[in-house]
């Protein structure tokens, strides 16, 4: 059950691998390879060929420990079980029997050999999902091959160095190899026939014979303990994987290196895949990359050909750009900007790393650069000169340099806007740092505030300083600043609990506004005047910048305030703090309509501008958390909650949650029923305008819908019945004798309507009432033939007439159904006004009718309102 009545977990993004290696399938019909990679509790499947995610696996109990892959299916397992799939999105089989968690899988012709962390070998019968053979090691397993031409046979690694081949049809173990005091970490069969290739922890890779038990060569490489080891063939090539990320190509030919990606990843490199009759070789590390090299350098090396990637560090900062809701951009505390896709993996990309000269990062290795610049710790983008120049500033962490990106190129800018006074080195300038920033509407200015009290303005096109306010210092450390949609104020404000508002041209103070407390942070709404303040005692104030007075107060949060959001139509507040809570606050009704709790703090969120989603960024995560919005195709009741018996909300994972989909209502809640009536207060019919709107102008409605040609008389009819006057079609056979059968002409009546008769019988309210209910019903013609045979002209008489006025003058004084008897009264009146001012009763009835005008006491009670609100604006 979700603890939030607004937001459903969607999914989660920027998500692509972890520790758990790669693996490779060659699909026949596809006539490609698909790289399969692990995201915790789930699996994405890539194409070999355009590097595109083609599908995420259902979601695990726990997250998957080991996984493995043949033509047919994907396996993975999560604690003691082991699943396969089918397409990676459809469960095929179940295996159950292993008592401890599962730590290497692999497949084997139709069988599937799995082990655990206590040494029990099982094969599996894959169709079946029965166990085929058992078999309990004597050592703790850590790698596991099959050596080509060895029918029926598995080589298999331990952390104490040495090697077993066992035969896993008859389940005995045929030799073991000594080993080389170091554990092997990797194996993997080499092109040469009884050739293995050994990686071991130390190390060093062997090349080592089995038939003979003899070593050929070996190697030995500086990065580290050998991850993983594939080979070109084509070219005889062996590649190794090292824990420093950088991945070594050797020669076997020659019997040394060939060439080296340096730093190939940020983490170790766990998965190492080269694939077969193409020169591309896939790798995959523990942070969060994918990768494909090509080998078409020149001298033989390769270069990096497709790449899918996030942030190998949390992101410290997320915000929507644009007006379409699709892409989010990203700051992490790996130093670099990306943008997420929310409609397609395809569209995310990098803006590179934050470096302090481009042009010489180039030239060196990039990844080990001492010119990278500190992390992003916050910034703020405007659309409207996305083409002409850079459009995001981003402040970074514990440097007074400001940096500019631009959306449109992809790329970072190449303006760093740092004031003179920062750039000496003086004592007294060490430590100050930028703090915040906003970049105007207009996309021409950004405004940045620093930890020693100033604030600059700086032009964004050309990079040149355009003022500073204050004299010299405007606060004693700025944390936040803002400027209005005309480029007409600047709010600032700082950690001496004012809040002072300036000309933005003039750069002169126009007046302070003092708080409660410091202020921590700003949050914005660009299309209205709010501006939400979180103060360092964790409330919130909204301030008004056109009248520059708080206009709401919302208290609730334990712990410092992290990041807020206003929804597109400036209705709610949502906001989030290190308490775990996010909370979202109902500005006009100036209450907490809903708390989500999560496992770990919410460290950045923004608001989509189409409001489908809420995008969240968590301390310790690596992901960006999308969360679906309920209210848009379902009727939430969003009444005034408290904190009380709410339950920790996970966080969305990789894939589509289906639920969100469906976006169920949680059957607990209560949903507030409306009164049929607050006293003291007139009440619609709710019937549709076209029931009453057209009762007034039937006649020109009829006259313009009148068909063109008169309609054809009907064929002579053999008999006819007379019928009585009235809605309800009946024959009155009164007057016909049922023996005589030779009865043709019935002279007419003239007869009273049904609800003519009713209305004459009418004496009590809920008579009344029932009448007219019964015209409620009624279509506009019926009603317009019913009011208008009330005259005596028409067959009524002045008795119905003012029985009428009575049944009018009864729904007008319980104040319910107005729009329709006011409708009803101008029809009336429409017809019948002549007939009714030669009846001096008549008269008396409309006199006491329009004594109980509603509308006056509504029109009153907005004027009250109205001057209320206006006088409240004003003082």
Same mark, same amino acid.
């Given at each position: 059950?979700?603890?939030?009545?607004?937001?459903?977990?969607?999914?989660?993004?920027?998500?692509?691998?972890?520790?758990?290696?790669?693996?490779?399938?060659?699909?026949?019909?596809?006539?490609?390879?698909?790289?399969?990679?692990?995201?915790?509790?789930?699996?994405?499947?890539?194409?070999?060929?355009?590097?595109?995610?083609?599908?995420?696996?259902?979601?695990?109990?726990?997250?998957?420990?080991?996984?493995?892959?043949?033509?047919?299916?994907?396996?993975?397992?999560?604690?003691?079980?082991?699943?396969?799939?089918?397409?990676?999105?459809?469960?095929?089989?179940?295996?159950?029997?292993?008592?401890?968690?599962?730590?290497?899988?692999?497949?084997?012709?139709?069988?599937?050999?799995?082990?655990?962390?206590?040494?029990?070998?099982?094969?599996?019968?894959?169709?079946?999902?029965?166990?085929?053979?058992?078999?309990?090691?004597?050592?703790?397993?850590?790698?596991?091959?099959?050596?080509?031409?060895?029918?029926?046979?598995?080589?298999?690694?331990?952390?104490?160095?040495?090697?077993?081949?066992?035969?896993?049809?008859?389940?005995?173990?045929?030799?073991?190899?000594?080993?080389?005091?170091?554990?092997?970490?990797?194996?993997?069969?080499?092109?040469?026939?009884?050739?293995?290739?050994?990686?071991?922890?130390?190390?060093?890779?062997?090349?080592?014979?089995?038939?003979?038990?003899?070593?050929?060569?070996?190697?030995?490489?500086?990065?580290?303990?050998?991850?993983?080891?594939?080979?070109?063939?084509?070219?005889?090539?062996?590649?190794?994987?090292?824990?420093?990320?950088?991945?070594?190509?050797?020669?076997?030919?020659?019997?040394?290196?060939?060439?080296?990606?340096?730093?190939?990843?940020?983490?170790?490199?766990?998965?190492?895949?080269?694939?077969?009759?193409?020169?591309?070789?896939?790798?995959?590390?523990?942070?969060?990359?994918?990768?494909?090299?090509?080998?078409?350098?020149?001298?033989?090396?390769?270069?990096?050909?497709?790449?899918?990637?996030?942030?190998?560090?949390?992101?410290?900062?997320?915000?929507?750009?644009?007006?379409?809701?699709?892409?989010?951009?990203?700051?992490?505390?790996?130093?670099?900007?990306?943008?997420?896709?929310?409609?397609?993996?395809?569209?995310?990309?990098?803006?590179?790393?934050?470096?302090?000269?481009?042009?010489?990062?180039?030239?060196?290795?990039?990844?080990?650069?001492?010119?990278?610049?500190?992390?992003?710790?916050?910034?703020?983008?405007?659309?409207?000169?996305?083409?002409?120049?850079?459009?995001?500033?981003?402040?970074?962490?514990?440097?007074?340099?400001?940096?500019?990106?631009?959306?449109?190129?992809?790329?970072?800018?190449?303006?760093?806007?740092?004031?003179?006074?920062?750039?000496?080195?003086?004592?007294?300038?060490?430590?100050?740092?930028?703090?915040?920033?906003?970049?105007?509407?207009?996309?021409?200015?950004?405004?940045?505030?620093?930890?020693?009290?100033?604030?600059?303005?700086?032009?964004?096109?050309?990079?040149?300083?355009?003022?500073?306010?204050?004299?010299?210092?405007?606060?004693?450390?700025?944390?936040?600043?803002?400027?209005?949609?005309?480029?007409?104020?600047?709010?600032?404000?700082?950690?001496?609990?004012?809040?002072?508002?300036?000309?933005?041209?003039?750069?002169?103070?126009?007046?302070?506004?003092?708080?409660?407390?410091? %202020? @921590? &942070?700003?949050?914005?709404? #660009?299309? $209205?005047?709010?501006?939400?303040?979180?103060? !360092?005692?964790?409330? =919130?104030? *909204?301030?008004?910048?056109?009248?520059?007075?708080?206009?709401?107060?919302?208290?609730?949060?334990?712990?410092?305030?992290?990041?807020?959001?206003?929804?597109?139509?400036?209705?709610?507040?949502?906001?989030?703090?290190?308490?775990?809570?996010?909370?979202?606050?109902?500005?006009?009704?100036?209450?907490?309509?809903?708390?989500?709790?999560?496992?770990?703090?919410? %460290? @950045? &969120?923004?608001?989509?501008? #189409?409001? $489908?989603?809420?995008?969240?960024?968590?301390? !310790?995560?690596?992901? =960006?958390? *999308?969360?679906?919005?309920?209210?848009?195709?379902?009727?939430?009741?969003?009444?005034?909650?408290?904190?009380?018996?709410?339950?920790?909300?996970?966080?969305?994972?990789?894939?589509?949650?289906?639920?969100?989909?469906?976006?169920?209502?949680?059957?607990?809640?209560?949903?507030?029923?409306?009164?049929?009536?607050?006293?003291?207060?007139?009440?619609?019919?709710?019937?549709?305008?076209?029931?009453?709107?057209?009762?007034?102008?039937?006649?020109?409605?009829?006259?313009?819908?009148?068909?063109?040609?008169?309609?054809?008389?009907?064929?002579?009819?053999?008999?006819?019945?007379?019928?009585?006057?009235?809605?309800?079609?009946?024959?009155?056979?009164?007057?016909?004798?049922?023996?005589?059968?030779?009865?043709?002409?019935?002279?007419?009546?003239?007869?009273?309507?049904?609800?003519?008769?009713?209305?004459?019988?009418?004496?009590?309210?809920?008579?009344?009432?029932?009448?007219?209910?019964?015209?409620?019903?009624?279509?506009?013609?019926?009603?317009?033939?019913?009011?208008?045979?009330?005259?005596?002209?028409?067959?009524?008489?002045?008795?119905?007439?003012?029985?009428?006025?009575?049944?009018?003058?009864?729904?007008?004084?319980?104040?319910?159904?107005?729009?329709?008897?006011?409708?009803?009264?101008?029809?009336?009146?429409?017809?019948?006004?002549?007939?009714?001012?030669?009846?001096?009763?008549?008269?008396?009835?409309?006199?006491?009718?329009?004594?109980?005008?509603?509308?006056?006491?509504?029109?009153?009670?907005?004027?009250?309102?109205?001057?209320?609100?206006?006088?409240?604006?004003?003082?």
């Amino acid at each position: 059950m979700s603890s939030s009545k607004i937001f459903l977990q969607n999914r989660a993004l920027g998500y692509v691998s972890n520790e758990i290696p790669l693996v490779t399938r060659y699909i026949n019909l596809r006539r490609e390879n698909l790289i399969i990679t692990c995201v915790g509790r789930a699996f994405h499947t890539y194409s070999s060929d355009r590097f595109q995610l083609l599908s995420v696996s259902p979601q695990h109990e726990t997250d998957i420990t080991c996984l493995a892959a043949d033509s047919y299916l994907v396996y993975t397992s999560c604690g003691n079980q082991i699943y396969a799939w089918r397409r990676g999105i459809e469960l095929k089989h179940t295996y159950t029997g292993h008592k401890a968690a599962i730590k290497l899988l692999f497949p084997f012709a139709v069988n599937l050999v799995s082990i655990d962390e206590s040494g029990a070998l099982k094969i599996w019968d894959v169709k079946t999902e029965s166990i085929y053979k058992e078999i309990q090691l004597d050592f703790t397993a850590t790698a596991i091959c099959h050596p080509p031409t060895y029918t029926n046979k598995l080589l298999i690694g331990s952390a104490e160095g040495k090697l077993q081949l066992w035969n896993i049809k008859t389940g005995t173990m045929i030799h073991e190899f000594k080993g080389w005091n170091s554990c092997v970490t990797s194996l993997e069969p080499a092109p040469a026939e009884d050739m293995m290739a050994i990686g071991l922890s130390n190390g060093k890779i062997i090349l080592h014979n089995l038939k003979f038990d003899v070593t050929n060569i070996s190697f030995t490489q500086d990065w580290g303990s050998v991850t993983r080891i594939s080979f070109l063939i084509k070219r005889q090539l062996m590649i190794t994987g090292s824990p420093k990320g950088t991945v070594v190509v050797w020669n076997l030919e020659e019997g040394k290196v060939d060439s080296l990606i340096i730093k190939a990843h940020h983490g170790p490199v766990c998965g190492l895949q080269c694939l077969p009759d193409e020169p591309l070789l896939v790798t995959s590390s523990s942070d969060n990359s994918l990768k494909m090299w090509r080998f078409d350098m020149s001298d033989g090396s390769a270069s990096l050909f497709k790449i899918r990637e996030g942030h190998f560090k949390p992101p410290v900062s997320i915000r929507f750009h644009g007006v379409d809701g699709a892409s989010i951009l990203s700051s992490g505390n790996d130093s670099s900007l990306r943008v997420f896709n929310t409609i397609t993996e395809i569209a995310n990309k990098s803006f590179g790393r934050a470096s302090y000269n481009r042009k010489a990062s180039k030239k060196k290795n990039k990844w080990a650069d001492p010119l990278i610049m500190p992390p992003i710790s916050t910034f703020t983008s405007e659309t409207t000169r996305d083409k002409e120049w850079d459009s995001i500033v981003a402040v970074h962490r514990g440097i007074p340099t400001v940096t500019t990106w631009s959306f449109d190129k992809s790329k970072m800018g190449e303006h760093k806007l740092c004031h003179e006074r920062f750039k000496k080195n003086v004592s007294g300038q060490k430590g100050i740092s930028a703090t915040c920033a906003c970049l105007t509407h207009c996309g021409n200015f950004a405004v940045i505030g620093y930890s020693s009290g100033h604030i600059d303005k700086y032009n964004i096109q050309s990079g040149l300083h355009r003022g500073t306010y204050g004299q010299p210092i405007a606060h004693k450390y700025v944390r936040g600043v803002y400027v209005d949609t005309l480029n007409q104020i600047m709010v600032s404000g700082g950690s001496d609990t004012f809040l002072q508002f300036w000309n933005f041209k003039k750069l002169n103070l126009l007046s302070k506004m003092e708080l409660e407390d410091t %202020v @921590s &942070l700003f949050s914005w709404h #660009t299309e $209205s005047s709010f501006l939400a303040v979180a103060l !360092d005692n964790y409330d =919130i104030c *909204l301030v008004d910048i056109d009248t520059r007075t708080i206009v709401r107060k919302f208290t609730g949060h334990r712990g410092p305030l992290t990041d807020m959001a206003f929804s597109p139509d400036s209705r709610w507040l949502v906001t989030s703090a290190m308490d775990s809570t996010i909370r979202t606050w109902d500005i006009p009704s100036s209450s907490m309509i809903d708390i989500l709790k999560v496992d770990t703090p919410c %460290v @950045s &969120l923004t608001f989509s501008p #189409t409001g $489908s989603y809420l995008a969240t960024a968590h301390a !310790d995560r690596l992901g =960006i958390y *999308l969360w679906f919005n309920k209210t848009l195709y379902n009727h939430v009741s969003l009444r005034p909650i408290t904190e009380e018996d709410q339950i920790t909300e996970p966080l969305p994972l990789t894939g589509i949650n289906q639920e969100s989909l469906e976006c169920p209502i949680d059957e607990d809640t209560d949903e507030y029923i409306s009164k049929v009536q607050i006293e003291n207060t007139i009440t619609m019919s709710g019937l549709n305008d076209a029931r009453w709107q057209s009762i007034l102008n039937l006649d020109a409605v009829k006259k313009r819908n009148k068909p063109l040609q008169p309609p054809k008389a009907p064929a002579a009819a053999p008999f006819f019945l007379p019928t009585i006057q009235s809605l309800d079609f009946q024959f009155d056979l009164k007057g016909v004798d049922k023996n005589d059968s030779n009865t043709k002409v019935i002279p007419e009546t003239l007869m009273q309507t049904v609800f003519a008769q009713q209305l004459l019988k009418a004496s009590s309210l809920n008579d009344y009432q029932v009448l007219f209910d019964q015209l409620k019903l009624m279509g506009p013609s019926a009603l317009n033939y019913e009011v208008r045979s009330l005259s005596p002209e028409a067959g009524g008489t002045y008795e119905l007439m003012v029985k009428f006025l009575e049944l009018l003058k009864q729904t007008s004084t319980n104040n319910k159904d107005f729009e329709l008897s006011q409708s009803y009264l101008g029809v009336f009146l429409k017809y019948n006004g002549r007939a009714l001012a030669q009846r001096p009763e008549a008269i008396n009835s409309i006199e006491q009718l329009s004594k109980h005008n509603a509308w006056e006491q509504l029109q009153d009670n907005f004027l009250l309102c109205l001057s209320i609100v206006e006088y409240m604006k004003n003082n």
